[in-house]
Nanobody
Framework: QVQLVESGGGLVQLGGSLRLSCAASMNIFSFVVMGWYRQAPGKQRELVATITTSSGTTNYADFVKGRFTISRDNAKNTVYLQMNSLKLEDTAVYFC????????????WGQGTQVTVSS
């Protein structure tokens, strides 16, 4: 069974930085794309950033452009999310996601890691 294990969350001050990691239990080239989503209390889960495993093409939500960077280390089967200039509204549980090749395309999720930005 494929596992995605997130780490790196925690409590950080306004304007600070954190780096999240998502380690996959298998070769990430098995996935078409990997990414990070987040869910704040009372809100729906939303896309933060994605990266294709083959070409490394990235995509970001407007609210993180210029502040967050997604990257991958193929040798370590790990995807990262570098978060800088954190805002209070970045507080959420961050989930790693991987989409398999299809058909059918499957969504795989990690257990989530809490990020809390304090003032």
């Amino acid at each position: 069974q494929v596992q995605l294990v997130e780490s790196g969350g925690g409590l950080v001050q306004l304007g600070g930085s954190l780096r999240l990691s998502c380690a996959a239990s298998m070769n990430i080239f098995s996935f078409v794309v990997m990414g990070w989503y987040r869910q704040a209390p009372g809100k729906q889960r939303e896309l933060v950033a994605t990266i294709t495993t083959s070409s490394g093409t990235t995509n970001y939500a407007d609210f993180v452009k210029g502040r967050f960077t997604i990257s991958r280390d193929n040798a370590k089967n790990t995807v990262y999310l570098q978060m800088n200039s954190l805002k209070l509204e970045d507080t959420a549980v961050y989930f790693c996601n991987a989409k398999t090749y299809g058909p059918p395309v499957r969504d795989l999720w990690g257990q989530g890691t809490q990020v809390t930005v304090s003032s």
